[in-house]
């Protein structure tokens, strides 16, 4: 049974800092890239960051060079560290498998909510 379960959300000032942390059951994880989506009041969701199998990455450009994602693959767990945060940022954040044409592989987890507010 696949499963995704996100964590480490929660309230920010501007310009602060959070990890997030995706468990992912089953072995959907050793198959494919994971990415990290979020998904903002009345917008749609967007891939905010993506890592391959074999560890390459991509951004999404409002969030090059402060954000960071990585995988390790022995504890099937995938992280995005997220720095110099911004009210923009204010979303819930998904995990997700995706494949190279970037089509999400399995249904989607609860999410963890992230707001940066003073």
């Known amino acids: 049974q696949v499963q995704f379960v996100e964590s480490g959300g929660g309230l920010v000032q501007p310009g602060g800092s959070l990890r997030l942390s995706c468990a992912a059951s089953g072995s959907i994880f050793n198959l494919y890239g994971m990415g990290w989506y979020r998904q903002a009041p009345g917008k749609q969701r967007e891939l905010v960051a993506r890592i391959t199998l074999g560890g390459s990455t991509n951004y999404l450009d409002s969030v090059k060079g402060r954000f960071t994602i990585s995988r390790d693959n022995a504890e099937n767990t995938v992280y995005l560290h997220m720095n110099s945060l911004k009210p923009e940022d204010t979303a819930v954040y998904y995990c997700?498998?995706?494949?190279?044409?970037?089509?999400?592989?399995?249904?989607w987890g609860q999410g963890t909510q992230v707001t940066v507010s003073s």
């Open positions: 997700n498998a995706v494949d190279s044409n970037l089509r999400v592989k399995w249904y």
